[in-house]
């Protein structure tokens, strides 16, 4: 089997860390690890398959002899650096914004679109993270009786905005505990035992912060269908590292709930939680840590057959990013093996 | 003007605390104050006005010579001992869900159907907590664009389950700060930097748990309208005191934002809090204490003007409880007092 040289850019981060994680969990074929980060962590170590290798300095000639970057140190790095890494000959997978919605950069959620790897021109985008936990259990139903709009609202997790936001959220939990003031340094707002708007700018004329503007074209992208209409309200809730979602959705043909957990029992990447009885639904603090996205609250409108309403969590640092860019990386490489061998 | 003798049925609650906070705050003209409890709190005392008041046992003679009953004691004991106190001459204001779907019993929120209040045999019923928090933003609009259907996603305090549940949420934070496991005893599930479906029961037909099924009724009750669609989401967030819901709505005729705007801000019972630019909207810790609902992320859905959404918290205790069941106390002895002065 072929080996890979892969970079990490930005290996200091919660998404950085997972990339390590899983690049060992699932024995992606790694011939050479060039950890990279910003000056200031350049010269620390991090561990990867029993070795300890030296943090590099991200720079523009960082990229010299790399077959794939896995990339999440933000868009301004990534506008700035990615451009170096194609150049130098790498396949980028990018986890920023930068350039999502550039149209020759294919947006990728493995188990909807794999074909629009094979479109790249040196970069693949991953979505946001949101987008990905979204339309995972969604892509099975519009295949079948195409989706024709979405209304979502989300709870998501202090993991989505970083390292320093989930130590935020513990830190300032301890002090309400304690008694003391807690200090603001990530979110603009207290996120313990609190909940607000999505810390993205807001857009003075339409209202809607970027968080959700991202749901919005990237669906439409994703999904290679412009008609679809995505509403979305996105909320920061304190929860450590999975986000939440309570979709409704308005189908073009009804479906019923056994056929809905027929198509989505068959479906790659989720799973149903979904008992009634027991009152056990898909949870944040089970999603931690999991590989699929977990489906639940399961109903059909019975005054309106053609619209469905689910609840859903999944991990925001694995799914919602490290792990689908790995899963377009692994993609990526089976067919660049294919090619080469 | 007149003076009432007040009992408080589930002095010890929650919600029984905030009725004695309630009743000094406002002035409201007690007489005497019976405050009334199960065995095991009877014989210790509340404080009010100043003075220690000795808690009794709440039994069915318990109401003789009471002009108003403020009920919050769960609905297995509203059922069994409200028709004692209304047998006994007084008017009870029940917060349980025990009397609200009769249809001899209003159901009433004061900026809604103050009106209702007059039909009253002896028992006005306090609304559900998200039913509440969730109709009095929306009745303004309803009464000028007549409201056709509600999408909403709840974000419901710990407070909404009791004193103890709030307990459990700092107890099990505690314990995940410092390594323990922690303890369930109220809610099904975790509800430290978790969040999960409502702990009400699931119906295994339709799928909908009781909170769900009390927004729609309540709702269609209140409005005096059958006809109107409510499609709720209800998912209990780690937060202490207020609830906070993401509603969306069909109108039968479309309004600007401006218009919304205008229409909230003449309104009673509320605020707008609705700044863009400064990424301000509703929060639960800005909520707490508050009479009114807090509102914002008002938007208006571009491709579908006659849809709009909004986002709002609202004091859970207060407004969602206690406070509303003394505004029908104050409404209803405004009235008492004129027919007998």
Known sequence: MNQFRVAILGVTGAVGQEFITLLEERNFPVSELR???SAKSAGSKIRFRGQDIVIQEAREDSFKDMDIVLSSAGGSVSKRLVPHAVKAGALVVDNTSAFRMDPEVPLVIPEINPEDIALNKGIIANPNCSTIIMLVPLFPL???AKIKRIVVSTYQSASGAGA????????????????????????PHQIAFNLFSHN????????YCEEETKMVKETKKIFHDSEIEVFPTTVRVPVMRAHSESIYVELERALSEDEIRKILGKAEGLQIVDDRKANHFPMPIEASGQDDILVGRIRVNKSRPKEIAMFVSGDQIRKGAALNAVQIA????????????
């Not at 320093?164 to 979110?187: C, N, S, W, Y």
């Open 35 to 37: 950890p990279l980060a």
């Open 142 to 144: 519009h295949r079948v």
């Open 164 to 187: 320093k936001a989930m130590k935020e959220l513990e830190d300032q939990t301890r002090d309400i505990l304690e008694g003391r003031q807690p200090r603001k340094e990530v979110f």
């Open 200 to 207: 993205s700018a807001v857009d003075a004329e339409t209202g």
């Open 330 to 341: 692994e993609r990526w490489a089976g067919s660049a093996a294919v090619k080469t061998s």
